[in-house]
C-alpha cells in the first residue's frame, strides 16, 4: 500500500479533530471506530474479506503501514476468522494517540501544549493542512447533498463517522437533523462498512458477545397446535418445583 493514500483510520480522525479547541469529538466511542477504521482499510487492500459477521485473512502481505500491519498480524495470529464486535471490542489502547503522532509526523496536525485548571499538563492537536480536512469533508458533504452512491472508501467512512457519533459532530442542531439522517443511511452502499459500524455500534449498546441461535433440535418434533415440553434441567442440577404446586404444598 502505498503511503500517497490517506488511510481511514487517518481520515476519521481529522474528521473528528475539532478546529476550535484541537481536540477531538466522540473520545471513547472513535477509539472503537479507528479499530473498525483498520479493519476497512484492510478489506480494501485485499488483506481481510468478511465472512458472515467474522473477518478473515485472505492474504498476510504486509501493507507497508506498520499500524496496519500489526493489527493484520494480530488477526493472522488468531488462526480462525474473529467475530467483528469481538475485534473492535477489544483492548486498544494507545490507538488515538498513535494515530496522532503519525499524523503530527506527516505534518498534518501540530501538537501544541498546554495546561488544564492550570495545572495538569495537557497536549492538543491543531490541523496544519486544512485542505485536506476539508476534502475529506467535501467528499460526505457531496454524498449527502447529491444521493449519488459514493465510492466504497467514502461509504466506509460515512459508516464510520456516523457509529461513533460524530453526525451531530458534523451537522450540528435541528438545521443539520436531514444530514445526519443521509449520513446514516449512506452506511448501505459498502458492505463492509456497513458490518463494521454495526459492529462499533453493537459494542457501545453492550449487545451481547454471543452470536444468536436458533433453538436446540430435539429428537422429536412436538405435535401442531400443543405446547413445546419444558427443558430437561443440566445433569445435576435440582429440578424447581412448578410455581402451582407449591401453593398446593403450602395450603396443606
Known amino acids: 500500500m502505498g503511503r500517497s493514500r490517506r488511510t481511514l483510520p487517518e481520515e476519521l480522525l481529522l474528521l473528528a479533530l475539532d478546529p476550535a479547541t484541537g481536540t477531538t469529538a466522540q473520545p471513547q466511542s472513535l477509539d472503537l471506530g479507528l479499530a473498525g477504521a483498520q479493519l476497512v482499510e484492510l478489506a480494501l487492500a485485499g488483506r481481510i474479506a468478511p465472512d458472515g459477521d467474522r473477518i478473515a485473512v485472505v492474504s498476510p502481505r ?8 500489526c493489527a493484520l498480524e494480530l488477526l ?14 477489544g483492548p486498544r489502547l494507545g490507538l488515538r494517540q498513535t494515530y496522532l503522532s503519525h499524523l503530527e509526523r506527516c505534518g498534518m496536525v501540530h501538537a501544541v501544549a498546554g495546561q488544564m485548571c492550570g495545572v495538569l499538563p495537557t497536549t492538543r492537536y491543531q490541523a496544519s493542512q486544512t485542505e485536506i480536512s476539508r476534502e475529506i469533508r467535501a467528499r460526505l458533504d457531496s454524498a449527502i447533498r447529491t444521493g449519488v452512491p459514493p465510492d466504497p472508501r467514502t461509504a466506509a467512512l460515512a459508516a464510520l463517522a456516523h457509529a461513533v457519533g460524530l453526525g451531530k459532530h458534523l451537522y450540528p442542531g435541528n438545521e443539520g437533523r436531514s444530514s445526519r439522517s443521509r449520513l446514516r443511511d449512506l452506511i448501505r452502499h459498502d458492505p463492509m462498512g456497513g458490518l463494521v459500524a454495526h459492529a462499533v455500534m453493537d459494542v ?3 449487545v451481547a458477545a454471543q452470536p444468536r441461535r436458533g433453538p436446540a433440535p430435539t429428537g422429536r418434533q412436538a405435535a401442531p397446535g400443543t405446547r413445546p415440553s419444558a427443558p430437561e434441567p443440566p445433569r445435576g442440577v435440582p429440578m424447581q418445583p412448578r410455581r402451582g404446586s407449591m401453593a398446593r404444598v403450602v395450603a396443606h
Open 76 to 89: 493472522r495470529r488468531r488462526g480462525a476468522p474473529v467475530r467483528a464486535v469481538h475485534w473492535i471490542g
Open 204 to 206: 457501545q449498546n453492550g
Open 62 to 69: 504486509p501493507t507497508g503501514d506498520p499500524t496496519l500491519d
